[in-house]
């Protein structure tokens, strides 16, 4: 017996089977019964609001019969638009990826659906539908790798954004792809496709990167705010004040990292320093202020790591009301005090309750998750050592464990062998327990190994 491969051919066996008339199928189904008989005799094409119809009428979960509707709207037939669209916004609304990405497929070859793709995938990704722009993006970059247009270049930053992650091995390929194009963009889509590359490269350690990135976004931001001021062209996703002050303070931090802590606190100076703004309205005062507070907390964060530890107290008094800041305050007391012999017992007991991965927020918004990843790997590592040295090795080992286990995750070499180190120092303390825990996570490294993960993020 012949499989059924048709549509038509499903829904006049089942007409057949329950013994069931076009008007009865009609009425459930909710479809013309003129309609139908043409459906079924090969001689109207079926439409996607029809398709889902007949499929409820017959009893079948939604999407049933997309993977047949594929093989006869698009493989076997002169595609038609009209069907084509509704069909990728309905797998959309279910959550048919799949389907999606089998029909783009093969529509790739035709360039003459191209554009009327990208306008798809731009309407999906801006209905916050990203696993389902997604396949369609990657196929206007596979259908157009030769060409040099801007419609290219944005495709390539849409895959960029929507596949970042906790991975920093993903990440890293994902923003060495991008880079590339950034240039190639309209000049509205390039201030946050650089603000975009250097929370990726900083969450890395690729301080000598963000250094560059961050002075061409100084550059295109400064000559963006000349021409345009506060208006904000279609792209341009905060103010445009924004992206200048981020400049300054991404330059800052990677000079604090590379421990030119006198850079670092020039640098602080300029994102505080506002005349340059003609008379700012409500959200750049909003902006304003907040980078404000970010040079005002990372001014005593310089002080402290570099030495003037007698900015502590202050340091503390600052963030006690100031949620916000007190995750990353915490990362850096943490190492200024492994590294200057300080006691900060009261400090972490205090801020407990604020030690466990939580997305961080500003007045303007979320703070990038991979620079948040990436810190808090970081601060877990930066108590366990702070606690063994101490001997208190139950909270150490707890901590160190956590770091691992964080690193494992994001796939963060350069922290899991920091982590490594430790633990070898401290390992005769370790109990029974915590050395079993301690094997389980290592026995993961071999995973990331294969992954070829990057071990060689630069120290701090």
């Given at each position: 017996?012949?499989?059924?491969?048709?549509?038509?051919?499903h829904l006049d066996n089942?007409?057949?089977?329950e013994?069931?008339?076009?008007?009865?199928?009609?009425?459930?189904s909710g479809v013309?019964?003129?309609?139908?008989?043409s459906t079924i005799?090969g001689?109207?094409?079926?439409?996607?609001?029809?398709?889902?119809?007949?499929?409820?009428?017959?009893?079948l979960?939604?999407?049933?019969?997309?993977?047949?509707?594929i093989?006869?709207?698009?493989?076997?037939s002169?595609?038609?638009?009209?069907?084509?669209?509704?069909?990728l916004?309905?797998?959309a609304?279910?959550?048919?990826?799949?389907?999606?990405?089998?029909?783009?497929?093969l529509?790739?070859d035709?360039?003459?659906?191209i554009?009327?793709?990208f306008?798809?995938?731009?309407?999906?990704y801006?209905?916050?539908?990203?696993?389902?722009?997604?396949?369609?993006y990657r196929?206007?970059v596979?259908?157009e790798k030769m060409?040099?247009?801007?419609?290219l270049a944005?495709?390539?930053?849409?895959?960029?954004?929507i596949?970042?992650?906790k991975?920093?091995?993903?990440?890293?390929?994902?923003?060495?792809?991008?880079?590339v194009f950034?240039?190639?963009?309209d000049?509205?889509?390039?201030l946050d496709?650089?603000?975009?590359?250097?929370?990726?490269?900083?969450s890395l350690?690729q301080?000598?990167h963000?250094?560059?990135?961050?002075e061409?976004?100084e550059?295109r931001?400064?000559?963006?705010y000349e021409l345009h001021?506060?208006?904000?062209p279609?792209g341009?996703k905060?103010e445009s004040?924004?992206?200048?002050?981020?400049?300054?303070?991404a330059?800052?931090?990677?000079?604090?990292?590379?421990?030119?802590?006198?850079k670092a606190?020039?640098y602080?100076?300029?994102?505080?320093?506002?005349?340059w703004?003609?008379?700012?309205?409500?959200a750049e005062k909003?902006?304003?202020?907040q980078?404000?507070?970010?040079?005002e907390?990372n001014?005593y964060m310089?002080l402290?790591?570099?030495?003037?530890?007698?900015?502590l107290p202050?340091?503390?008094e600052y963030?006690?009301?100031?949620?916000n800041?007190?995750?990353p305050a915490l990362?850096?007391?943490?190492?200024a005090?492994?590294e200057f012999?300080l006691?900060?017992d009261?400090?972490?007991?205090e801020?407990?309750?604020?030690?466990l991965?939580?997305e961080?927020?500003?007045r303007i918004g979320?703070?990038?998750?991979?620079?948040?990843?990436?810190r808090?790997?970081?601060?877990l590592?930066?108590?366990?050592?702070?606690?063994?040295?101490?001997g208190?090795?139950?909270?150490?080992?707890?901590?160190?464990?956590?770091?691992?286990?964080s690193?494992?995750e994001i796939?963060n070499?350069?922290?899991?062998?920091?982590?490594?180190?430790i633990f070898?120092n401290?390992?005769k303390?370790a109990?029974?327990?915590?050395?079993?825990?301690?094997?389980?996570?290592i026995?993961?490294v071999?995973?990331l190994?294969e992954?070829?993960?990057?071990f060689?993020?630069s120290?701090?």
């Open positions: 017996m012949n499989p059924i491969t048709t549509i038509r051919e089942y007409l057949k089977k013994q069931m008339t076009l008007n009865h199928f009609s009425e459930l013309n019964s003129g309609t139908l008989s005799n001689l109207r094409p079926i439409g996607m609001r029809q398709l889902d119809q007949i499929t409820i009428g017959m009893g979960p939604e999407g049933h019969f997309y993977d047949l509707y093989d006869e709207c698009i493989l076997h002169n595609p038609d638009w009209r069907r084509l669209k509704p069909f916004y309905r797998c609304e279910l959550g048919r990826v799949d389907c999606i990405e089998a029909a783009t497929m529509l790739m035709n360039l003459s659906y554009p009327l793709l306008e798809t995938a731009e309407q999906l801006n209905a916050e539908k990203l696993k389902a722009a997604l396949p369609i196929c206007i596979e259908s060409q040099h247009s801007e419609r944005l495709s390539q930053y849409r895959i960029f954004s596949s970042l992650s991975d920093q091995t993903k990440n890293l390929s994902l923003a060495t792809q991008f880079e950034v240039d190639r963009m000049e509205s889509y390039q496709g650089l603000n975009d590359l250097i929370n990726v490269f900083g350690r301080w000598d963000v250094l560059k990135l961050s061409k976004l550059v931001a400064t000559i963006h001021g506060r208006s904000k279609v341009v905060k004040i924004f992206y200048i002050l981020y400049s300054y303070l330059m800052g931090t990677a000079y604090f990292y590379l421990e030119d802590y006198k606190l020039e602080v100076a300029k994102y505080s320093e506002y005349s703004v003609n008379s700012p309205n409500e909003m902006v304003i202020q980078f404000r507070e970010w040079a907390a001014r310089y402290l790591r570099d030495g003037q530890v007698h900015v202050q340091y503390v963030i006690s009301i100031r949620q800041e007190v995750f990362c850096e007391i943490v190492v005090a492994n012999q006691d900060i009261h400090i972490l007991v801020y407990e309750h604020l030690l991965y939580q961080q927020t500003s979320k703070i990038s998750s991979q620079l948040t990843g990436d808090y790997g970081r601060l590592m930066g108590i366990g050592a702070y606690y063994l040295k101490k208190v090795y139950e909270k150490g080992f707890s901590s160190l464990l956590g770091s691992i286990a690193s494992l796939s070499g350069f922290c899991l062998l920091k982590c490594v180190g070898e401290y390992r303390y109990s029974d327990t915590v050395i079993s825990q301690y094997q389980n996570l026995s993961e071999q995973y190994h992954k070829k993960i990057n060689a993020y120290d701090v």
